[in-house]
């Protein structure tokens, strides 16, 4: 899978640039619709923060580092996991679309993860990154309207 087309989650998200910004890159907000146990997130080119979430008794240790910011309009971060081989790439784009903002995931394959790990199919991505920006992020962000 890798170098192919990345996973891509587009929403129309009724809030301004501005808002969906925060609530991509505040740990505050992250936490209510991302990744709960988030310990420390800053925009800042070289951050990097690490994680541990489980499934079915299955370890994955996050390790996130930033590697792109242009403030209210991209953020981009690379994804290795401490149990396995492997590396990702994510970018979150926002485009102003009169009062609302698009937000265009996109979800590459740097380095190939083991194949025969369920969460790293293609399906299982696209079913997770759809669930985070077309269900997760809108609800977290109606709430605070």
Do not use: C
């Not at 809030?15 to 146990?37: C, G, H």
């Not at 800053?42 to 990097?48: D, L, M, N, T, Y």
């Not at 485009?95 to 380095?111: F, G, I, P, R």
């Amino acid at each position: 899978m890798k170098n192919s087309d990345p996973i891509i989650a587009e929403q129309l998200l009724n809030a301004s640039p501005k808002t969906v910004w925060e609530a991509i890159t505040d740990l505050e907000q992250m936490r209510q619709w991302y990744f709960p146990n988030i310990p420390d997130f800053r925009p800042e080119i070289g951050f990097e923060t690490r994680f541990l979430v489980q499934n079915e008794g299955r370890n994955f240790t996050h390790i996130w580092k930033i590697k792109e910011v242009v403030p209210h309009k991209l953020i981009g971060y690379s994804w290795n996991f401490k149990e396995y081989a492997g590396e990702g790439y994510s970018t979150f784009e926002l485009a102003k679309k009169n009062d609302k903002t698009e937000l265009t995931l996109k979800s590459y394959v740097v380095e190939e993860y083991p194949a025969d790990v369920a969460e790293f199919k293609r399906e299982s991505g696209q079913a997770g990154w759809d669930f985070l920006i077309k269900q997760s992020l809108p609800n977290y962000l109606a709430q605070e309207s």
